[in-house]
């Protein structure tokens, strides 16, 4: 009887989105980083996101990234909403291509969350003497109780924000990106419309989960507009608004098939942003914060749109991501923490799995030399006793779980 070869791992089985494949199914998850100056990423971001893409990851996002300047929560926010933001993004997205990643874009805009520190400071809102500026949102409502209150959003502002949108995305086709989502979850401004707690609206925006989503989908279409058809578009939802919300899975599903009708290609799992600290005053209760938290999210959407879909959140154990890909829950893994721990998450994860050559998925550079370090633990086994030369004719016995026996002898 022949031996059947071992199945491949499917975290390690490219994936074909549109014209792009990505190497794997393992996703560096967005991270705002709050060191940009006036929009544009510095050396901070190459780094860090490189590090990533070196690490073996299949797709490497950025930051959220703002589609206007008002739309940023902290002035060290990352934008990309000048021209001359392109290069410097372009720089990066360059890079991550280079070490065999996908590189991604993540757009968004605060809405009300707009003008505060960072989280090294709490996200205190800013003070007079710190260029505080107005945020926007559906509705005049604070985005925590006793917070600034934003402009509520006339028909010029939305349509102002929408050509944002666009301008933006035809940035990031310019600057090299072949994935782009659209953040639509977290309690940023497209968040705020779809919740009816941020959403106190009476016009053709508010009231009714069709006119609710109606801003999220003009959003949709106006970045498929610019966004070339032969490039997947991402929506990142929060499947459920967390604590103090009252959005659900089923609100949820009607929104993804929507965004499927308008040619959104995948649904990113997050959740939270409307609750009880952004005022929300619903009676969802807190989600509990275990690995794979929100891949039951990911599988219901999948399961009831046909979209591939993220599962993200405490994502950390290579042989769970592979569960959660292979019991249909979801199409990629995406990690946030897991991956700043472990920049070579995906490498070290290649070798739980038990794939055939990790090292195929970093540098040469270092695959060469980590290849001869490998050669070296298999030709000497832990414990192993060796003989050190020391002179031609001179060598010490030596044994690393013992160290140094005996002196030196002469041969
Ligand atoms: C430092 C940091 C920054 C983040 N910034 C963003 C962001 O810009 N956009 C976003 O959608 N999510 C952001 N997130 C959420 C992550 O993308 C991810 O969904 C979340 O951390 C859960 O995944 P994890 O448990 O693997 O960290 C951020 C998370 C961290 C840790």
Redesign the pocket.
Known sequence: MKDTPPEAPLLFTPIKLRSVTARNRIVS?????YLSDDGGPEEWQLVNFGRFAMGGCGIVFG??TAVEARGRKTHHCAGIYRDSHVPSYRRISDFIRAQGAVPAI?L?HCGRRASQHGPLQGRAALTEAERPWQGIAPSALPPTPGGAIPREMDLSDIRATLAAWRAATQRSVDAGYEICEI?G??GYLIHQFLSPLSNRRSDAYGGSLENRMRYALEVVDAVRSVWPNELPLFF?TSAVEGPGGVWGIDETLTLARELKARGVDVVDC?SGGIGISAGGDGTLPAIPRVPGFQAGYAREIRRETGLPTVA?????DARHAETILREGHADLI?????L?DDPNWPLHAARELGCTDPLGLVHEREAQRLRLLERHRVQYPPGSAVEIPFATDEQVSYSWSTGISGSRVRR
């Open positions: 998850s967005p991270m705002c980083q930051e959220e993540q968004g953040h979850a977290h990142r997050s993200v959140g405490m994502i950390s995406a990690l946030a923490r897991g700043m």
